[in-house]
């Protein structure tokens, strides 16, 4: 067996889990990798990053988002090795189950290296900056090694896609501050778990999410895949940052038209 033979293999989801996505929009699952294949998409993907990475700045000088994580965008067109995990049937029928949709689109992929001493992720909700018309978009977190809480997993608001307050607020101190301050007055848990190695999670666009510090010597080297509806439409971009994502991960679509550009392959279902 080569090491990427499980990525098109099926992964059974029972309902529960369906169920448990569909209420708290966040399912952590494990074993959906082996950890022959994630040791061997770290190298290939740490290798990537590494040729790719043009931050010189030193940590302590960044900002805070800069002080997140290395990002790297749509490594798929870049390799064909890391395209074979991008297009994993596995994990997009998973990400199409979740979303009880009949089959799902890439909007972009990108790779999320949180530095040894690596800052706080703040809280924020992605489709803020996604000109997607509806909530059916999900993201798979990758981590390329196991996760302890020192190298700052990602944390889950469980349930908060229903608070509408601070879904505006792009990803700074003050989306912090605010999401933390509205966060604490609700009962949604805040999940805060390890990740066991081949563990992945999935979220929806809308659920509030962060990450801590990394603590650690290590980087915390992680492989998102963002995914939405095949039948996504464009809708009207409402800020900045969803017009500049209109020309970047989908070029060329049409305001009310379904997203179909060379950009976005369907990678689940016809
Ligand atoms: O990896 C992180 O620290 C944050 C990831 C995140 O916000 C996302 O994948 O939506």
Known sequence: MVATDILNQHYSL???????????????LKDVLDEETLNYYNVIISNKVDELNDVE???????????????????????????????????????ADLMDVEGVRLYHDQALFKEAGGGITPWHADQHYWPLATDKTIT???????????????????????????RDLSI??????????????????????????????????WVFHRAGTNT??????????????KNMRLKEPSNDGQQN????????????????????PVLYGN
């Open 57 to 95: 700045t030193p940590l302590e000088d960044r900002n805070t988002y800069g002080k997140a994580f290395l990002q790297l965008f749509n490594l798929w067109q870049q390799d064909e090795i890391i395209k074979e995990l991008i297009f994993s049937k596995r994990i997009a029928k998973i990400a």
């Open 140 to 166: 798979a977190w990758i981590p390329l090694q196991k996760t302890p809480l020192e190298m700052g997993p990602l944390e889950f608001s469980a349930g908060s896609h229903q608070i509408l307050h601070g």
């Open 14 to 28: 029972s309902q529960e889990q369906i169920d448990f996505y569909n209420q708290y929009r966040y399912i952590k």
């Open 172 to 205: 700074s101190d003050d989306s912090e501050a605010q999401i933390e301050k509205r966060l604490k007055v609700t009962d949604y848990k805040h999940v805060i778990e390890p990740f066991d190695a081949g563990e992945i999670s999935f979220h929806s666009g």
């Open 216 to 229: 650690t010597n290590h980087i915390r080297k992680v492989m998102t895949i963002i995914y939405m509806d």
């Open 245 to 264: 994502d209109w020309e970047t991960w989908c070029p060329g679509a049409k305001i009310g038209e379904v997203i179909n550009t060379p950009l976005n």
